[in-house]
């Protein structure tokens, strides 16, 4: 894949449990992975727990990052432009979706990738690319 790949918060935590042979598959083709800060926190602040799991968890995410070809997106003034007209589209349109998420959709539209994400709700941005969906059941 010759765009950047972007992962929600729950794609990440598929790709740390080897549960999605599909997001498999998508990263061999991928040359740039971006995380979006959003979904690095939200997978940060799921390992707030200090279970074993949690542990597991945010080793992997810290594997991740160090990885050449992963890079971590802030949010810039770029990403709140995007965020401020794809919330107002979704409003206007009654489609709204969960705050976080459109932040992971405005780090998508800044960088030009493409998201993979299980969440059927990303449906609602006209013009937004993402894989992952055909799939999904939520």
């Known amino acids: 894949m010759r765009c950047p790949l972007l992962l ?55 594997t991740l990052m160090a ?18 007209k794809t919330y107002n589209l979704l409003k206007k349109n009654g489609t709204p979706i969960p705050t976080n998420d459109i932040w992971i959709a405005a780090a998508t539209l800044e960088v030009g990738g493409v998201l993979f994400t299980r969440d059927r709700h990303y449906l609602n941005i006209p013009m937004f690319d993402t894989i992952g969906l055909e799939d999904a059941s939520s």
């Not at 498999?24 to 995380?35: D, K, P, Q, S, Y």
């Not at 707030?48 to 080793?59: F, I, V």
């Open 8 to 62: 929600d918060a729950n794609a990440l935590i598929s790709l740390f449990d080897g549960s999605d042979p599909e997001l498999e598959r998508a990263l061999c083709g991928t040359e740039e992975l971006v995380v979006p800060v959003v979904a690095y926190a939200e997978v940060v602040a799921g390992t707030e727990m200090g279970t074993r799991r949690a542990k597991m968890t945010r080793e992997a995410l810290s």
């Open 67 to 84: 990885m050449s070809n992963t890079r971590l997106l802030p949010v810039s003034e770029a990403t709140v432009r995007h965020y401020s």
